[in-house]
Every structure is written in structure tokens, then in C-alpha cells.
């Protein structure tokens, strides 16, 4: 702590993810902001104990879909009506019934391409380094070891040694940056 | 004393036929006066007939009530088929999260024998009246012909009846094992209702096509659509989904009997699959209608151009609009779904527009001119939701509220519990 900005964070290791959960509302109650927990698997009821908002990936789906399902639309109305009308089948040169099945299909693939790329963006992935890889313990959050982590750039970091501690915390290290 | 006026009321549905049919002798006398309308429509009636309206006495009192009655018969339906296919879909995922909402499908479900069977009498004594192909005689009439196979007096009235008592097997086996389990909590139940789903739902999908075959599609004999089951299908579990959103909303208010198991998470995962119906139901319709469309051939568009003809265009609308992108864009937001001010409008919303869907596929057969509210609407169908929602409710509260000793009674509910600091061990 001497050299803030050479310390990563605080890392915490707990031994169930029922310990895991209770310090986690813990940390979440103390007011910190700056801080994850990690888990060898997802534990229901994890967002809410660390007051997770919602997450945003929704809104790139959403933009994704607006834009995919505008996209077919005006890409078929464009070739088939307006740049070389074309007569297909008798039908009419646009209707938006035959331009669905492709609005639809584009709709569903960016949508995926928002919901991919934006959860990428708010991980800010991709990310080649993370300090925590250095630390030995922590390979085993991979494997039987429940992790909580505070980070230094958290304003309350200060007091982060004593909440973990009275969280239940088996052993705490400092991960260097 | 209520058990008497459930009965009452379920006689006078299913004595209505008789006693309209009484009531048309009287009036024979003024039936003269209209001859040569109905002898306009008629010959109409004639000329459309390769396109299928071509039902016998339009005009009378008895097919008017026929038609409002199936209209609504096939809305109630839906709630007991879907609700069937959900002890199904519990059963064969050996799904968790359903276990609290269970017994709400399994009585609906239930409702299936000997309610839906006594109501489908009257179906069945007035149908050469709604489906001009059982008095067509198959040798003037090749769409007919092609299809008496299936389209035949016996094959109708045998199998309907006796496919809609089978289902009512199916449903009652169901909740006899669950309710056995309430006493003893043997596995063996469990077990015994998951080899009854693994063979039940390919019986059920395959038959109740049949019977939507039979009951809806069949009132013009000569449409083709591998989809229709499928379509209705869809659109019934959407019905139900929503239906079993507000049971379960209802019963988890604080001191109701369902408010120690029925959770956010039920509440939401319901929210979900009515969401997910609602996509479904416009992916099968839009399918039905864009491969008809685009192959443009008679035999299969005059179901369509029957139905874009006056005002039954705008409720084709009504149901491109109403049956999804209202209900769509309204659920898309997560938050909604657990959202009552929303959600029960959204509820209302959805029983209003599966009867609009029942009646844009039966109605315009009666109605070539377009949509026409009849009394018999106004009475047939609040008549036997409320016939069979007490009947559910007799059932609900005469029997344990959810599954007391289902395997799967405690992860459902304490799957989002967080855990008290040293319950580790307990937990896991």
C-alpha cells in the first residue's frame, strides 16, 4: 500500500460459494466498487448478493435487431424495386412479406454480432494481461477456490484488509500490478 | 350448492342446442319471408363453393350458435391441451423450477375428462350443420373425395370423442401420481408420470392435430396446411402460458396458498416462455401464410383470400399487430415480466386475442362478408370459461395447492436463496 500504484488489489480466498455469497454482500454493503468475485461456476443468486445492476448487453442486442431487420428491409427494397426492378414469381417488384424471411435472418444475426460484441466491449475484451494470472493461489479459482478481489483504484480500498477479514476470509494477499 | 349451480350451468350449455332448436320451429312461419334472401345466399354460397363456404342454413339460429360455441370450445381447449403439454414438458426436462406451479396444469390439464368430452357434445350434434363436408357426398366433390380417408361420418364422430377421452386419461394419470406423492413422496411417481410424458407427447402432438384437423381446419374440407397443428398449438400455449402467469401471480400473494413456493424466478421464467410463444406463434403463422402466398396455388390461397375479404382483413391485421408486435415490443424489456401494472393488461390482452385468432379461423366460414359479433359470442364464451374456471377452482382447493413432496419441491424454491454464512455444508 506504500506504492499504490504498483498494487493491484487485495485478493481473499474463501473455501464455498456459500462464503463466497456472504462476503460478497458484505463488500457489497461497505459500499465498494472496484471489486469481483471469481468462482470455478456461475452461483445463482451471485448478482444480486455483489448488486449487479442489470446488464447493458441488452441494448446492443436490441440495436443490433433494429438495425439488421432495416437493413434487409431496405436492402431488398433497393435492388428489387428501386435499382433494377425485377418481376419475381408475378409478385409485386416490393412487398415486405418476401423481404421478412431475409429481415428476420439479418435481424437474428446482428443481433448476435450486438450481443457478442458489445459483451466483449463492456469486459473490454480482449485484454492480454490481467494481474491476477501471476498469482499462484489464484489458479485454483479454476478449480476448488472461491475468490473475492478489491482493487486499489477503489476509493474505500483503505479499509478493504479489515472487511475481508471479518467477511470470513482464509487468507488475503496482495497481487501485485 | 356452488356444485350444483356448476352443474346447472354446464346443462343449459349443453342443453342451449335443444332449446334453440325449439325456438326455430316457431319461428318457421317468418323463415318464408326470408326465403329468397336465403335463397340469394344460397346461390352464393353455391359459387363459392370451391371455396369452401358453402354452409348449409347460414342463416339459422342453431348454426350461428354452433359456430360461437366452437369458437369458444377451441379457446378452452387450448388452455387444456397447453396445460397438458406443460406436465409433459415438466416431466420429460425433469424440470425444477415448474415443480410449485405444477398442480395448476395438471388440474387444468385434468378438465379434459369428462368436462371437455361432455362439452364437446354439442359440437358433435350440430356438426352436418357447421361442416358442409359431412353432407357432401365425396363422389360430387374430388377435395373430398382425395380426403375420405379421414374425412368420413365414423371417423369423425368416433375419433374426436374418443381422442379427447384418452387426453383425459393422460391428464387424470398425471395428477393421480402427483397427488399419490403428496402422501408418501416415493420417487416411483415421478417416475411413473416420466414414461407416461416420453410416449404421452408424441400421442398428444399427433392426435390433437387430429382433432384441430378435424374440429377447425375441416370446416373447409378442402384447405391444405401441414402447419395448422402446429398453429394452434403455438398459439395455445401462449394463452396458456399467460394464463398460468396470472394463476400463479394470484395465488403467491402473501397469505395465498401458494406463497411460501412460487417465486421471482417462477414468475419470471413464465413471463419468459409467454414472450418466447409470443415470436413463436407469428414464426409459425407468418410461415403458414408466406408459403401459401408465395406458391400463390387456389387450393391452398382461398383459405387466405376468404380471410382478407371486408372486415376480416383488419382482424388479420388485428392479429399481426395485436397477437405480436404489441405483446413483443411490450416484453421486451426483462423487468416487464415481473411488472403486474404490464403484465395483467398484457394478460387480458392475450385471452381477447387468442378468441380474435379462434374466430378469424372459424367465423369467416359463417361470415363470408366479414366480422360479426353475435349474441351467442357474448354468451358461449364468458359461458364456458366460466363453467370450467370453477370447476378448476373446485379442484385447486380441494387438493394440495403444489406437489408437497416433489423431488424437486426444494431447489425450486431455494434456488435463489442466498445462504447464511456457515449453512456451506448444509447446502452443498
Known amino acids: 500500500m506504500s506504492a499504490p500504484a504498483k498494487t493491484h488489489g487485495l485478493l481473499a480466498e474463501f473455501d464455498t460459494p456459500a462464503d463466497l455469497m456472504a462476503a460478497a454482500l458484505k463488500c457489497r454493503d461497505a459500499g465498494y466498487t472496484k471489486w469481483d468475485v471469481y468462482s470455478p461456476f456461475p452461483i445463482h443468486g451471485m448478482d444480486d448478493a455483489m448488486g449487479l445492476k442489470k446488464s447493458l448487453v441488452g441494448w446492443f442486442t436490441f ?107 482464509k487468507i488475503i494477499e496482495t497481487v501485485e500490478d | 350448492m356452488l356444485a350444483l349451480s356448476g352443474m346447472a350451468m354446464m346443462l343449459a350449455l349443453v342443453l342451449a342446442p335443444a332449446t334453440v332448436a325449439a325456438a326455430e320451429t316457431h319461428e318457421a312461419a317468418p323463415a318464408a319471408h326470408a326465403e329468397p334472401a336465403a335463397a340469394a345466399h344460397g346461390a352464393a354460397a353455391d359459387a363459392h363453393h370451391a371455396h369452401g363456404n358453402g354452409v348449409p342454413d347460414a342463416h339459422s339460429l342453431l348454426t350461428q350458435f354452433g359456430y360461437s360455441y366452437l369458437t369458444a370450445y377451441m379457446f378452452c381447449l387450448s388452455l387444456c391441451a397447453a396445460s397438458l403439454y406443460l406436465v409433459f414438458l415438466h416431466h420429460l426436462f425433469d424440470a425444477g ?42 363422389a360430387t366433390d374430388h377435395a373430398l373425395d382425395v380426403k375420405k380417408g379421414m374425412f368420413n361420418k ?153 380471410r ?34 404490464v403484465m395483467i393488461p398484457v394478460a387480458a390482452w392475450a385471452w381477447l386475442m387468442h378468441y380474435v385468432d379462434m374466430t378469424f379461423n372459424i367465423m369467416p366460414v359463417l361470415y363470408p362478408e366479414g366480422l360479426h359479433l353475435s349474441f351467442w359470442d357474448l354468451v358461449c364464451w364468458p359461458g364456458l370459461v366460466a363453467v370450467l374456471g370453477y370447476l378448476f377452482l373446485k379442484d385447486f382447493r380441494s387438493h394440495p395447492a403444489y406437489p408437497l413432496k416433489d423431488p424437486r419441491l426444494k431447489e425450486a424454491i431455494t434456488h435463489h436463496e442466498i445462504p447464511a454464512p456457515g449453512q456451506a455444508a448444509a447446502h452443498h
Open chain 1, 63 to 169: 440495436t443490433g435487431g433494429c438495425t439488421g431487420f432495416t437493413t434487409g428491409m431496405t436492402m431488398i427494397w433497393f435492388m428489387n424495386k428501386f435499382d433494377y426492378p425485377l418481376v419475381v414469381g408475378g409478385k409485386p417488384l416490393f412487398t415486405p412479406l418476401y423481404a421478412f424471411p431475409v429481415s428476420y435472418e439479418l435481424t437474428i444475426l446482428l443481433s448476435a454480432f450486438g450481443t457478442l460484441f458489445g459483451l466483449a466491449a463492456l469486459c473490454r475484451l480482449p485484454k492480454w494481461y490481467n494481474p491476477l494470472f501471476k498469482n499462484e493461489r489464484f489458479k485454483r479459482a479454476s478449480n476448488d477456490k472461491f475468490f473475492i478481489c478489491i482493487e486499489a483504484v477503489d476509493p474505500k480500498f483503505g479499509h478493504a484488509q479489515e472487511t475481508l477479514q471479518s467477511a470470513g476470509a
Open chain 2, 97 to 138: 423450477w415448474s415443480v410449485p406451479t405444477r398442480r395448476i396444469s395438471e388440474h387444468i390439464a385434468s378438465l379434459m375428462f369428462p368436462w371437455m368430452l361432455i362439452l364437446v357434445i354439442p359440437i358433435l350434434l350440430l356438426a352436418t350443420r357447421m361442416y358442409p363436408w359431412l353432407t357432401i357426398d365425396p
Open chain 2, 154 to 306: 365414423p371417423m369423425f364422430f368416433t375419433l374426436v370423442p374418443l381422442l379427447i377421452t384418452t387426453w383425459g386419461f393422460i391428464a387424470r394419470s398425471f395428477r393421480k401420481n402427483s397427488l399419490a406423492q403428496d402422501k408418501d413422496g416415493a420417487a416411483v411417481w415421478t417416475r411413473k408420470n416420466r414414461v407416461l410424458a416420453a410416449w404421452g407427447i408424441f400421442y398428444f402432438s399427433l392426435t390433437l392435430t387430429l382433432v384441430v384437423f378435424y374440429l377447425m381446419k375441416s370446416l373447409q374440407h378442402q384447405f391444405f396446411s401441414t402447419m395448422y397443428g402446429v398453429y394452434y398449438f403455438a398459439g395455445s400455449m401462449w394463452l396458456t402460458f399467460i394464463t398460468t402467469y396470472v394463476l400463479a401471480q394470484y395465488f403467491s400473494r402473501p397469505g395465498q396458498v401458494l406463497a411460501q413456493v412460487v417465486g421471482k424466478r417462477q414468475i419470471h421464467d413464465l413471463g419468459v416462455l409467454f414472450f418466447a410463444f409470443t415470436v413463436f406463434y407469428a414464426y409459425i403463422h407468418f410461415s403458414q401464410y408466406f408459403l401459401i402466398w408465395n406458391a400463390a396455388m387456389p387450393e391452398e390461397t382461398f383459405w387466405y383470400v376468404l
Open chain 2, 308 to 341: 382478407e375479404k371486408g372486415s376480416w382483413f383488419w382482424v388479420g391485421h388485428l392479429i399481426l399487430f395485436g397477437h405480436f408486435f404489441l405483446p413483443f415490443v411490450a416484453l421486451l424489456n426483462q423487468s416487464i415480466k415481473s411488472n403486474l401494472v
